[in-house]
């Protein structure tokens, strides 16, 4: 989303992965897995005022082509 700060151009950006934790349900959490942050960095970016929970979810998608170059797997 294009937006200003002050008097200059800016883009507002976000993400999925985490929820304010007091806007979350309590039991709502969930760890994030090994595949989604395996060094740990969105763990520590979270700290204690975030939480990753299921309506965080973020799905990736990967465009393979077949073997003959026909199309998708």
Known sequence: MFTSFGDLPAVETSN???T???DANAG???????E???DGQLARA???SFVHTGENKVHYY???EDQ???GYL
Not at 28 to 34: G, V
């Open 68 to 70: 003959n170059k026909n």
């Open 20 to 22: 304010p934790k007091v």
């Open 16 to 18: 999925r992965y985490f």
């Open 46 to 48: 979270a700290g204690s």
């Open 62 to 64: 990967e465009k393979r």
């Open 36 to 38: 989604v942050d395996p």
């Open 28 to 34: 709502d959490a969930q760890e994030l897995t090994q």
